[in-house]
């Protein structure tokens, strides 16, 4: 089993990088964000890798990150979702993106992906919310805080915050609470429930 490749770019293709390492060359299929940050041919690179084995083929898949690949793993789990379909909402979405997308039930930018259609946009937002990693909660924050800045979350998510922060709450602290507050309260939660849970995350 094949889990990390360090050596040179030998090759770029379309959905795919080749990589040398010491004479030995292996082809990793990758996600076009991966592809974009690998480097130019005869580059050092690192990869973490994936490795699929079927009765009539064995291949790789390479990341970045660990995160990345963790994600590419999760988003399988999805019926209707395989390797090239991961792979795409990978190209489109960031992990963070991706798991603040999953946590605001954003099925529109899951969708933005190539070969994602609607119905398996609402599947992976829907079937992943409760099976997203620990590590998901982090970047919901952040992309949250990214949302309100913005001007573009919801208007019960943009109230709770600014009343948290009324209250004296920083703005960080407020978007924080309200993120977590948001994985209690499910989907369609008005702002006066946003804020009472968001003062119950602040008290801990």
Same mark, same amino acid.
């Given at each position: 089993?094949?889990?990390?490749?360090?050596?040179?770019?030998?090759?770029?293709?379309?959905?795919?990088?080749?990589?040398?390492?010491?004479?030995?060359?292996?082809?990793?299929?990758? @996600?076009?964000?991966?592809?974009?940050?690998?480097? @130019?041919?005869?580059?050092?690179?690192?990869?973490?890798?994936?490795?699929?084995?079927?009765?009539?083929?064995?291949?790789?898949?390479?990341?970045?990150?660990?995160?990345?690949?963790?994600?590419?793993?999760?988003?399988? &789990?999805?019926?209707?979702?395989?390797?090239?379909?991961?792979?795409?909402?990978? &190209?489109?979405?960031?992990?963070?993106?991706?798991?603040?997308?999953?946590?605001?039930?954003?099925?529109?930018?899951?969708?933005?992906?190539?070969?994602?259609?609607?119905?398996?946009?609402?599947?992976?937002?829907?079937?992943?919310?409760?099976?997203?990693?620990?590590?998901?909660?982090?970047?919901?924050?952040?992309?949250?805080?990214?949302?309100?800045?913005?001007?573009?979350?919801?208007?019960?998510?943009?109230?709770?915050?600014?009343?948290?922060?009324?209250?004296?709450? &920083?703005?960080?602290?407020?978007?924080?609470?309200?993120?977590?507050?948001?994985?209690?309260?499910?989907?369609?939660?008005? &702002?006066?429930?946003?804020?009472?849970?968001?003062?119950?995350?602040?008290?801990?």
């Amino acid at each position: 089993m094949i889990g990390k490749l360090k050596g040179t770019v030998e090759e770029i293709g379309d959905d795919y990088v080749l990589v040398d390492v010491h004479g030995v060359c292996y082809v990793a299929y990758c @996600s076009g964000r991966t592809l974009s940050k690998i480097g @130019s041919v005869g580059e050092a690179c690192v990869l973490f890798i994936e490795t699929y084995v079927r009765e009539d083929q064995l291949k790789l898949f390479g990341f970045m990150s660990v995160l990345e690949r963790e994600w590419f793993n999760l988003l399988q &789990s999805v019926q209707g979702v395989g390797a090239k379909v991961a792979l795409a909402v990978l &190209s489109t979405l960031t992990p963070a993106e991706l798991a603040n997308a999953i946590a605001l039930q954003d099925k529109t930018a899951v969708s933005r992906a190539q070969g994602v259609g609607p119905k398996v946009a609402v599947r992976i937002v829907t079937e992943l919310k409760n099976k997203a990693p620990a590590y998901a909660g982090e970047a919901i924050n952040m992309g949250l805080k990214q949302e309100i800045g913005e001007g573009v979350a919801s208007a019960p998510v943009a109230d709770a915050v600014s009343a948290l922060t009324n209250l004296g709450y &920083s703005r960080d602290q407020a978007a924080n609470a309200v993120a977590a507050a948001m994985k209690t309260a499910g989907d369609g939660a008005d &702002s006066a429930k946003l804020i009472r849970l968001g003062l119950k995350e602040l008290s801990r």
